[in-house]
């Protein structure tokens, strides 16, 4: 029986009518990987771009499908590379509207979250690491999914990818989860 990974996307926001985030994550739903942990399927799930809810239900389809590991990816549009991000941070620009119309200034009371994996998951996927996951939902995502794995929680690996306007080959980000969970 196959483990299962949640890899989300997120679907349409401001002026991306077709992310390549969501995409990506619907291409590789189903697909099994062969890691040292036996078959590990891609659960892919596309999010709604919402500062309020994309933590809260990736953490939960997290735990319905009992997932080893978790990476959400999206979309970075001014970015010539893709890039691993490896801290969520408290502030967001207070401005940008998310598909509900709504903004956020501050996602909590503790600075910033930092992935333990993000390094590892740079080096799979041959991709450069940031510390800048923007100030709009991607960033939100981070912060959040993060904070929902601190202690006493179960501790996830967990990541985040910035794909670039044109995507990411969805063999290429296979071939990397494959590498990043055989470290797990």
């Known amino acids: 029986m196959a483990r299962n990974f949640l890899l989300t996307g997120f679907g349409p926001f401001l002026n991306v009518d077709d992310n390549p985030s969501g995409k990506l994550a619907e291409a590789l739903n189903g697909t099994l990987l062969k890691t040292k942990h036996g078959s590990v399927q891609i659960c892919g799930k596309v999010l709604a771009v919402r500062y309020d809810s994309c933590a809260a239900e990736t953490l939960l389809a997290a735990r319905q499908i009992d997932a080893i590991g978790i990476l959400g990816m999206g979309v970075a549009r001014s970015a010539t590379e893709p890039h691993?991000?490896?801290?969520?941070h408290a502030a967001c620009d207070g401005v940008t509207k998310d598909a509900d119309g709504q903004t956020r200034a501050s996602l909590g009371t503790i600075a910033q979250y930092q992935s333990t994996h993000s390094a590892a998951l740079a080096t799979a996927l041959g991709v450069t690491l940031s510390d800048d996951a923007?100030?709009?939902?991607?960033?939100?995502?981070?912060?959040?999914?993060?904070?929902?794995l601190q202690p006493p929680a179960k501790a996830l690996p967990a990541a985040f990818l910035h794909v670039i306007s044109e995507g990411f080959p969805a063999d290429a980000l296979a071939a990397g989860l494959t590498l990043w969970i055989n470290g797990f």
């Open 84 to 88: 691993v991000e490896r801290t969520g």
């Open 134 to 148: 923007g100030a709009y939902v991607c960033n939100a995502w981070m912060y959040g999914v993060l904070a929902g």
